[in-house]
């Protein structure tokens, strides 16, 4: 795409999400609207700043989203639009939806300053001092003791930029004093003992905190994880069991050959399965292959990695193929080693976390949201540290979420890890405690550095191989517990709250549903909560 900035007549900018960022050209004398230019990796407030040394763009009147092309007589005002700009392409927020200590209000107003300077408008600001942050329509704060509040929620401004939607005061989760370990695993012998007479998995609650506390013997996992991914229902005895092996080849069967039945001509005409079997053979190519299941260029687990993947676009015409499913099936083809009990068992993991790989991601905006609130709670001074580095929005934990640890753990731990997970025992949310701990561990680390944005994201990356899984767990629990007790005595916000079960009774509870994963929390008398998913 070449055009003549000249030509230019407005620009429209798309609020980003966890998505591209984009920007929209449309040409003077009603031109059409180009192709988006999308950003992905390369800051777009960098490209901003390169495009107004050259344009003047200015907040239309018809969009708030849009920018035309002026003159540049009016210098303040185009100032204040690049702030305005800023903020639409991620560098401010939108709303403060609460306002803690006037520390953390300056920090976040100290990103005016910066992005005017960055920038580089005309407006002598970069002597202003915090003193003048009144003139941007902010509640009056004054200090007692050693905290600070607004007066009074200030109105929203008619553009949108500022708005304070609440106020309340800061808080700090209180920590869990109870004791907290790890157990040794669950062996062969130990399994036996959850299975009735006829094969079916009895002691349900008892077998699901072994496996939160101690994870599962390796020699047992082949069998286990047909249980933990849907596989087999916990219900069903060892004759049913085999009725469901020959359901479930027939229908991988039929799935198979439909994709290798495509004629050359079809797939000529197949846009979307060249796309996704293009992709998937790149990423099996680079899964795991460290691994001796998968170092041999010649490795059947390879060829059984890639069948998988290409079957499942068939199964799951929708979602389809996206890249770091390839790591969420290696280890189960592995552990598993039969082609068919590994495909119906890596769908059943992505029945458990297909939301993470939606085009709109929405799901992982929401985590990353609800990762925010918590840290606010249990660390305020490292989320404050984190705003200050324009660092709060938690990207650089999208990696974490997204694949469960797998790059950031080794292989076998991140085995251990996904049975904690699996096992649904205190919360289906729990791999946000664990990011959740990796942050509180990293407080120190982070501040006394004064590490930056860029140090923060190098920080975090070499964390990939250096993590302690037991005390990362230990951590986690702790927490998790410590969210569980102060749920009746703190304000805690609505998306945390969502992720924790209900208030503990002598007597389960009624299950509740949880919007963000359809499964149903039941509170246990112990404090943990029993959670019932659709698969099992």
Not at 10 to 29: D, H, I, T, Y
Not at 165 to 179: I, M, N, Q, R, S
Not at 356 to 372: G, I, K
Request: glycine fraction near 6%.
């Amino acid at each position: 795409m070449k055009f003549a900035l000249a030509d230019v007549k407005s620009v429209e900018c798309a609020r980003p999400s966890l998505g591209w960022q984009m920007l929209n050209f449309q040409l003077k004398g009603d031109g059409p609207v180009l192709h988006p230019l999308h950003f992905h990796g390369t800051p777009i407030k960098d490209f901003w700043a390169c495009l107004n040394r050259f344009i003047f763009l200015s907040r239309s009147s018809r969009n708030s989203s849009s920018y035309d092309v002026t003159d540049g007589s009016d210098n303040l005002l185009r100032s204040y639009d690049s702030i305005a700009m800023a903020n639409a392409v991620g560098g401010l927020p939108t709303s403060f939806s609460t306002l803690f200590t006037e520390e953390s209000l300056y920090a976040g107003f100290s990103k005016v300053t910066r992005f005017v300077r960055d920038l580089g408008t005309e407006v002598g600001l970069r002597q202003a001092s915090v003193s003048s942050v009144s003139s941007l329509d902010v509640p009056e704060t004054r200090t007692t003791g050693s905290s600070s509040h607004a007066e009074s929620p200030a109105a929203p401004r008619p553009d949108g930029d500022f708005e304070v939607l609440e106020c309340v005061p800061t808080c700090k989760l209180p920590a869990f004093d109870g004791p907290v370990s790890r157990e040794k695993p669950i062996d062969l012998e130990e399994w036996q003992e959850y299975l009735d007479g006829e094969g079916r998995v009895v002691k349900e609650r008892e077998f699901r905190r072994r496996l939160f506390k101690g994870g599962l013997d390796p020699a047992i996992r082949h069998h286990v994880w047909k249980f933990l991914l849907g596989y087999y229902s916990l219900d069903l005895t060892a004759a049913s069991r085999e009725q469901v092996d020959a359901t479930r080849r027939e229908e991988y069967s039929i799935m198979c050959q439909q994709w290798k039945s495509v004629l050359p001509s079809q797939k000529k005409r197949f846009g979307l399965f060249r796309e996704r079997t293009h992709l998937i053979n790149k990423d099996v190519l680079r899964t795991d292959r460290t691994h001796p299941r998968y170092m041999d260029d010649e490795s059947l687990y390879l060829v059984k990695l890639n069948d998988i993947l290409v079957t499942y676009c068939f199964y799951n015409f929708d979602l389809g193929y996206v890249q770091g499913m390839s790591d969420l099936c290696s280890p189960i083809v592995d552990i598993l080693e039969d082609e068919v009990q590994s495909f119906w068992c890596f769908a059943g993991f992505l029945d458990m976390v297909e939301s993470n790989f939606a085009e709109d991601q929405e799901s992982m905006r929401q985590q990353l949201a609800t990762l925010q609130s918590m840290l606010k709670l249990a660390e305020p001074h490292l989320s404050d540290y984190l705003a200050a580095q324009d660092s709060d929005n938690l990207y650089f934990c999208f990696r974490w979420l997204l694949v469960l640890f797998k790059r950031e753990l080794s292989y076998e731990d991140t085995m251990r890890l996904w049975e904690v997970l699996w096992s649904n025992y205190l919360t289906p949310h729990f791999h946000l405690f664990c990011a959740l701990a990796l942050l509180v561990e990293s407080k120190h680390t982070i501040i006394s550095n004064k590490m930056g944005f860029n140090e923060i994201i190098k920080y975090v990356n070499e964390l990939s191989g250096n993590i302690d899984l037991d005390d990362m767990l230990v951590s986690a629990e702790q927490l998790c517990r410590s969210f569980m007790t102060a749920r009746d005595t703190l304000p805690l916000p609505a998306d945390v709250r969502k992720i924790l079960p209900a208030a503990t009774s002598p007597l389960p509870g009624p299950a509740l549903s949880d919007s963000l994963t359809g499964d149903s929390i039941m509170c246990c008398a112990d404090g943990s909560a029993l959670i019932s998913s659709p698969s099992c």
